[in-house]
């Protein structure tokens, strides 16, 4: 029982960024189809599964270089995380990216995103297939940039098809 408090204690720390209570809060939105890339990812909680689901769309418009593509995707993202305790500040990031005025404001919040969700999965209870933690050194004037993906295959969401193949995979988050 003990070691189950402390995993618990573990994902509200680490997940997200924030700390305030909001879990019953649900958004139901139909409006951005899912990938049947991200559905070969099983999560244990449902919430989790759609956070999931629709951060590959956003993933897979921006590898694409879809501004317009990535304004709903991301709105929707947004939607999912504010209803999920401890995300409300990454829900604003994710506004920020269906607010921007163009590709490279989206591909740069994005970065600051996808610290936060990566963070949120690595914590959460994977019971089907692999998420890959997928980095391009290039990113950011050469900061670098990381997100996840379903396929370890490289598809850059920071140049799309300028640089479609520049990365690698740093880690890769199995079921327990």
Same mark, same amino acid.
């Given at each position: #029982? ?50 999931? @689901? ?34 409300? @500040? ?6 920020? %990216?269906?607010?921007?005025? @163009? ?59 300028? #640089? #479609? ?7 890769? %988050?199995?079921?327990?």
């Amino acid at each position: #029982m003990n070691k189950y408090i402390g995993v618990v204690l573990l994902f509200a720390l680490f997940s997200c960024n924030s700390a305030t209570e909001n879990a019953n809060q649900t958004q139901d939105s139909t409006a951005v189809q899912v990938d049947s890339t991200a559905t070969s990812i099983a999560l244990d909680d449902q919430q989790v599964q759609e956070i999931y @689901n629709h951060y590959i769309i956003l993933k897979d418009a921006l590898v694409a270089t879809n501004f317009e593509q990535a304004r709903p995707a991301a709105s929707e993202l947004s939607a999912k995380l504010a209803g999920y305790a401890g995300c409300e @500040n990454t829900a604003l990031i994710a506004k920020k %990216i269906a607010e921007a005025k @163009n590709i490279a404001d989206q591909r740069k919040e994005f970065t600051f995103l996808s610290s936060d969700i990566i963070a949120l999965f690595k914590h959460a209870d994977l019971t089907a297939g692999t998420i890959y933690v997928q980095r391009c050194p290039m990113a950011n004037n050469g900061d670098g940039g990381e997100w996840l993906a379903s396929e370890k295959q490289i598809q850059n969401p920071y140049y799309g098809d300028e #640089m #479609m193949d520049c990365g690698a995979v740093l880690e890769e %988050i199995h079921t327990k």
